[in-house]
């Protein structure tokens, strides 16, 4: 009788638990589906822009449609394209502007000085990154069938060292050869390659950004006289 009534007991208690645990869910359901609801609405109606991951490719990438009229007032014009780069902009244009990609699109980078040019051993501007350290810039205006080669890279490979800088960016609005590849990747993380399908991503979705700094640089040479 006893055991009886305990089996009982356990039973309701089991029957209690579940009950309760069934009204949770459904009250949480309740409260769950008009959040999803308004959380892939508010998706679906914003664009979502993240930045580019950093890779070593040749590949074609995806690139966001232009936005034209999106700048402040007196903000400079910048080419949105590497192909425009390369027809409006002269080499020493170039080299200067790709310091400004970089401050631009990715950060962390403030312009030290331009010194591209003969005898520039390499080199054609010189960043300082968040902790002070050098990093190099090289940059090549070439058409999109002048491929960048295993020589160029080693070169500018060799030419940090003398520079004292912890690594460099090879900016070009050509490609990287299939022969450069292997250079690059030996490299590792002090060659930090962007070629032309990675300029088109930065000039597009990092358009006022790089603007700004494209200013700040010219700004920062007439201050200096040059």
């Not at 034209?68 to 780069?85: K, M, N, V, Y």
């Not at 520039?120 to 810039?137: P, Q």
């Not at 990747?185 to 991503?201: E, K, S, T, Y």
Request: charge should be neutral.
């Amino acid at each position: 009788m006893k055991r009886g009534i305990q089996i009982a007991a356990g039973v309701s208690l089991c029957i209690f638990i579940y009950t309760l645990l069934a009204h949770a869910m459904m009250f949480a359901w309740a409260l769950f589906f008009p959040v999803a609801i308004l959380g892939l609405f508010a998706l679906a109606s914003s664009p979502l822009v993240a930045p580019p991951a950093y890779i070593h490719s040749n590949h074609a990438v995806a690139v966001a449609p232009q936005q034209q009229g999106s700048f402040e007032e007196g903000l400079p014009w910048i080419p949105r394209t590497a192909h425009e780069a390369h027809a409006t902009l002269s080499d020493k244009e170039f080299e200067l502007f790709s310091a400004a990609v970089i401050i631009g699109a990715l950060g962390g980078y403030t312009f030290d000085r331009h010194c591209g040019g003969p005898g520039d051993r390499g080199v054609d501007v010189i960043l300082r990154n968040t902790y002070g350290h050098v990093v190099a810039v090289q940059s090549k205006r070439h058409a999109s069938d002048n491929h960048i080669s295993s020589e160029m890279v080693r070169t500018f490979l060799g030419s940090l060292s003398p520079h004292d800088a912890v690594y460099g960016f090879f900016v070009t609005t050509s490609t990287f050869s299939r022969d450069a590849q292997p250079d690059l990747q030996h490299a590792g993380w002090r060659i930090r390659p962007i070629d032309a399908p990675r300029l088109d991503v930065h000039l597009q979705w990092r358009a006022r950004e790089i603007a700004l700094a494209w200013r700040e640089i010219q700004d920062q040479l007439k201050r200096a006289g040059n």
